[in-house]
């Protein structure tokens, strides 16, 4: 397993673009929630944003998620925001504005994008004011 793997750090996450507005969006409907226009592109994302905000789990509500473990609020470098974990490292080191990068993880069929510390990306590391 290596982290600089390129399939690894591109994986499948991608957005939909409304060819109308220019709306970035990632759950696809039929139509662009901005502006309703059904002229709709799918557009790959780099898997590389911040942390908006994040809860530590303690609690155990499910046998396959073992505390402590990290949600997050992701703010893609793209503009669109998604909920994943943070994954390795200890959730008491997780900050708000925290540089992350995609993880792409096969359970069963579905393929999940975690994210990790993004190690290429501390220059700009640190809360935004
Ligand atoms: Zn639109």
């Keep these: 397993m290596s982290a600089a793997n390129p399939k690894t750090a591109a994986g499948p996450l991608e957005a939909t673009l409304c060819k109308a507005c220019g709306h970035l969006f990632l759950l696809r409907g039929p139509v662009c929630p901005r502006c309703w226009s059904s002229n709709l592109a799918t557009r790959p994302l780099s898997g590389h944003g911040r942390v908006a905000t ?3 789990y303690r609690q155990q509500y499910d046998p396959g998620h073992v505390p402590p473990y990290v949600i997050a609020l992701i703010a893609l470098n793209e503009g669109p925001r998604m909920i994943s974990n943070i994954v390795g490292c200890a959730p008491e080191s997780v900050r708000v504005g925290m540089p992350v990068r995609a993880r792409f993880e096969r359970r069963g069929e579905r393929v999940l994008a ?15 004011r």
Excluded: M
Excluded at 114 to 128: I, K, R
């Design 54 to 56: 994040f809860t530590v």
């Design 114 to 128: 975690l994210f990790e510390p993004d190690v290429s990306n501390t220059a700009s590391q640190g809360e935004p």
